[in-house]
């Protein structure tokens, strides 16, 4: 059983940045994929952006691209959201995930253990 614990969400203006990270324990954290979801209010949730556990390529739902950054520090076991460019829309709690999978058009889905997620709030 993986554990992982968000940190780093906040109250921010529209154009701000905010930098998230996700600590994890529990597991061998290089052997897995990771990736970020988030759910705004009255909304179903969405997948974010994901890293691979090996080559590290990353992808994006086609709302952050060109805004957020996904990395991963194996040494640290930790994974990073910089967000960037923030628009109201972009208001959700943000999770993390292990064992994510991109399948395309925007389709993320997380077959591991989440966090508890931590808020984004962007006024404008």
């Known amino acids: 059983q993986v554990q992982l614990v968000e940190y780093g969400g906040g109250l921010v203006q529209a154009g701000g940045s905010l930098s998230l990270s996700c600590a994890t324990s529990?597991?061998?954290?290089?052997?897995?994929?990771m990736g970020w979801f988030r759910q705004a209010p009255g909304k179903e949730r969405e997948g974010v952006s994901s890293?691979?556990?090996?080559?590290?390529?990353?992808y994006y739902a086609d709302s952050v691209k060109g805004r957020f950054t996904i990395s991963r520090d194996n040494a640290k076991n930790t994974v990073y959201l910089q967000v960037n460019s923030l628009k109201p829309e972009d208001t959700a709690v943000y999770y993390c995930?292990?064992?994510?999978?991109?399948?395309?058009?925007?389709?993320?889905?997380?077959?591991?253990?989440w966090g508890q997620g931590t808020q984004v709030t962007v006024s404008s």
């Open positions: 995930a292990t064992d994510v999978v991109f399948y395309g058009s925007n389709w993320f889905k997380a077959f591991g253990s």
């Open positions: 890293i691979s556990s090996s080559d590290g390529n990353t």
């Open positions: 529990g597991r061998t954290f290089s052997s897995y994929a």
